[in-house]
């Protein structure tokens, strides 16, 4: 049976560079994205490469997009949570969420816990997310929804840190399933950088030299691709006891991860105001 993977952001940067890769690799692989356009140009490299369109800052657009990848791939070989957009002003979703907690938490929420089944009839499942890799601070528990001193970028590492927490309970949760979690801080990489950036040129500049400073998707990919091969592929690199289901990355190199931290009931506390959260938005 082909292997398969799903990539969120895989019509783009760093999602893109992991699709081309699992591609070559003789995976069935389903991007998706926004933009017809760079979907279509993923979908036309061949019969393996496919798009389907959402967005994914719609709490109901990835419960259909769950449902649905679940009935066209009941058996997922790897998940790939990658989609994000940067937004220098606070917006709220359709769904009355901040617009990062939307879409670089809560999309990746319910498309990990959604898609438990079909990852875990798969021989060696593994979830990537991009989170922070306990490379921020903690969480704003009294304001999840940052509606006091909103910055673009502090809203992205924050979402990054809930992710982190996202990947604790996940590996938690299902620590029966042999689904292997794997949290990724890329370092900044040179993509497309997409969102909605004020008009400063001190933000333009700092673009700038991201574009310069920045390694290239080429490198990202190298780099994470060791973390996602089956156990027995990459014994040196993770070590394939049961309980290390979970695996941060930061550039490259794994981060320890400290048994002692408060991270697990901060994930449980987590898990539970998310569900709540959704409750309170149906
Ligand atoms: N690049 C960096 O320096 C850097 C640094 C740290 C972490 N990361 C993380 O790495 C991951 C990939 O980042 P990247 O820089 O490669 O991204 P990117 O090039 O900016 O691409 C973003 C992707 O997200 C998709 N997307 C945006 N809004 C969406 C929505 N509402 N619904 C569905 N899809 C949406 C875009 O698809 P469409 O255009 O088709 O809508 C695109 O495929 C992200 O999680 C990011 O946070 C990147």
Sequence with gaps: MVAVAVITGGTDGIGRGLAEEYLRRGYEVLVIGRSERKGRAFAGIGERAHFL????????????????????????????????????????TVDGF???????????????HGLVGPL???????????????????????????????HGVG????????????????????????????????????????????????????????????????????????????????ASVVAPAGRERLTAVLEGERVPLDPGSRDLEDARRLHDITLKLLRMAA
């Excluded at 790897?78 to 994000?84: D, E, K, P, T, Y």
């Excluded at 593994?126 to 490379?135: K, T």
């Excluded at 399933?177 to 969102?195: D, K, L």
């Design 120 to 150: 875990s009839r798969a021989e060696h499942p593994v979830v990537l997310n991009f989170g922070a890799a306990w490379q921020t601070g903690p969480v704003r528990w009294d304001d999840l929804q940052l509606e006091r001193g909103y």
């Design 98 to 112: 901040e617009s990062n907690f939307g879409l670089f938490y809560l999309s990746r929420f319910l498309l990990s």
């Design 155 to 234: 809203a992205m590492g924050h979402a990054g840190r809930l992710n982190d927490l996202l990947g604790v309970s996940f590996v938690d949760r299902y620590a029966d399933e042999g689904i292997r979690y794997v949290v990724n801080h890329p370092g900044v990489v040179v993509t497309s950088f997409a969102g909605e950036y004020d008009h400063s040129p001190v933000t333009a500049a700092q673009v700038d030299q991201l574009r310069v400073t920045g390694k290239s998707v080429a490198t990202a990919v190298a780099q994470i691709f060791p973390f996602l091969e089956p156990p027995a592929a990459h």
């Design 53 to 92: 369109s959402a967005d994914l800052s719609e709490v109901a657009e990835n419960r259909r997009l769950a449902e649905w990848i679940a009935q066209r791939y009941p058996v997922l070989d790897v998940l790939v949570l990658g989609a994000r957009y940067h937004r220098s002003a606070r917006v709220q």
